[in-house]
């Protein structure tokens, strides 16, 4: 059952992202502040939640939501700010489109840096939780899962519509056979094999 509230603000918004593990494709965060009365029995983390019931939920959420942001960041920054900073980056992003501000942020997982002055609090697996962060969590994937459905188009051969960018053995065996692409994160290792040098 998932909780409300947290800090007793009508204005709290939850923030999650997705993407961080993928080898390719931007990390996208969503940001929402919900109703005091929402109340969705579907609602759940988004990893627990099968595709239908994600895409059931998304105009659900725009529609019924106080407001609600997604942010896309994409490989290049990931690259050279890090996959952690360019996380908390999306978060802070999704939580400027935010209007009204909220009073109050809850982040899903243990690391956030201080967004303007607005008090937060990082809750482990927040988004099996509360409310919010599952929200939060239902619109990051779905966006970021739309992106790689178009980006898909322009480089079938790797099947990201399938497999969203996420290091999946069909994923690296293309990338061994075909090499990476512009969307591909060089600063991950993309190829198990990829430290091991033949002198």
Not at 10 to 19: Q, V
Not at 75 to 96: C, F, T, V, W
Not at 176 to 193: A, C, D, N, Q, V
Request: overall charge positive; hydrophobic content about 35%; charged content about 25%.
């Amino acid at each position: 059952m998932l909780t409300r509230n947290y800090s007793g603000h009508i204005l709290e918004c939850g923030t999650d992202e997705a993407g961080r593990g993928c080898l390719a494709g931007p990390v996208t965060a969503a940001a929402v502040i919900l109703p005091e009365h929402f109340n969705n029995s579907i609602l759940n983390d988004s990893k627990q939640l099968s595709e239908t019931k994600r895409i059931q939920l998304k105009p659900i959420i725009e529609m019924d939501s106080i407001c609600f942001g997604v942010s896309h960041i994409d490989q290049n920054d990931i690259d050279s700010l890090n996959i952690l900073n360019a996380s908390i980056l999306a978060m802070h992003k999704a939580i400027e489109r935010l209007k009204p501000s909220p009073q109050f942020i809850l982040v899903d997982g243990n690391r956030f840096k201080p967004f303007k002055d607005i008090s937060h609090e990082t809750i482990i697996k927040g988004d099996a939780k509360f409310m919010s962060i599952a929200a939060a969590s239902v619109l990051a994937k779905t966006y970021r899962d739309l992106y790689m459905d178009k980006i898909h188009d322009e480089f079938p051969m790797y099947n990201w519509k399938k497999n969203k960018g996420y290091p999946t053995k069909e994923h690296r065996e293309a990338i061994r056979k075909y090499g990476i692409t512009k969307y591909h994160r060089r600063s991950f290792k993309l190829l198990p094999e990829q430290l091991k040098f033949d002198f």
